[in-house]
């Protein structure tokens, strides 16, 4: 999934505006930072996490408590316990929930940049890769096989990219002006390639990364110019040397 296939702000003013009134009659709420209590669920709601949503530039929220223990609490079972009485801390910070809402921030425009410190958090917080691109997904996988089975191989492959990046930008940048244009091309697209990959995995941080260039310019051995300019004006003066004689034996016959 790349940028322009996630719609990070659904809810637009120009939307919001054209939606039922029982929609937006708590649109205050739509920012706080509290439990969310149905009987005996409790999930938090952080919408720190993503302000991209609002239209607000992201950037690295405050931890927030996700309590295991209330993931285990089901009504299966003989159950006989009184959910006000459990949940209290949370009901009460419910009904205290307009005190803690999330302030607008700077509004978002174009690309969040790798060098970003919110990219930097949230790759080394992250999981990013869920299922591995070599294998199937199917119904008989445990649960631990829809993640990605070890972080080593990633790390190898982003580590061989940046050695092969770092490696190809220094030869170009002491490469000589007389390498041969398809020796110079051959390394200028391994450094590009080993770029990408960094790039598309989001591992772009790891370097100093910079906008994209155009592609380079041929490079040409201006001595080899040149030389060739010297042998065609050569040719071209014994050309016409040739064609004059030839003229004045016409003549003398």
Not at 63 to 92: F, P, V
Not at 97 to 114: A, D, H, K, Q, Y
Not at 196 to 203: C, D, H, I, K, R
């Amino acid at each position: 999934m790349v940028e322009l296939q996630f719609v990070w702000q659904p809810y637009t003013p120009s939307v919001v505006q054209h939606l039922s009134p029982i929609c937006v009659q708590d649109q205050a709420e739509w920012t706080v930072i509290a439990p969310l209590i149905c009987f005996e669920m409790v999930e938090w709601h952080f919408p720190n996490r993503c302000t991209r949503q609002f239209g607000w530039q992201q950037m690295i929220p405050e931890m927030g408590n996700t309590c295991t223990r209330l993931h285990g609490i089901s009504r299966k079972g003989d159950w006989s316990g009184n959910y006000e009485t459990m949940h209290q801390e949370s009901i009460a910070k419910w009904e205290n929930r307009m005190s803690n809402i999330v302030e607008p921030g700077l509004p978002f425009c174009g690309l969040t940049n790798f060098e970003d410190e919110y990219f930097e958090w949230y790759n080394a917080i992250t999981r990013r890769i869920i299922t591995p691109l070599s294998q199937t997904v199917n119904d008989d996988y445990e649960d631990h096989h829809y993640y990605y089975p070890t972080a080593a191989d990633f790390q190898i492959l982003t580590q061989t990219s940046m050695v092969t990046y770092n490696t190809t930008q220094e030869m170009i940048s002491n490469m000589p002006d007389d390498i041969p244009l398809a020796q110079y091309a051959m390394i200028e697209k391994m450094r590009n390639m080993s770029l990408n990959s960094l790039v598309n995995t989001g591992q772009g941080h790891l370097i100093n990364y910079q906008e994209p260039r155009p592609p380079s310019p041929p490079r040409y051995d201006f001595r080899h110019l040149a030389h060739r300019q010297q042998v065609m004006t050569q040719e071209s003066e014994e050309a016409e040397s040739s064609q004059r004689t030839r003229k004045k034996g016409k003549k003398h016959n």
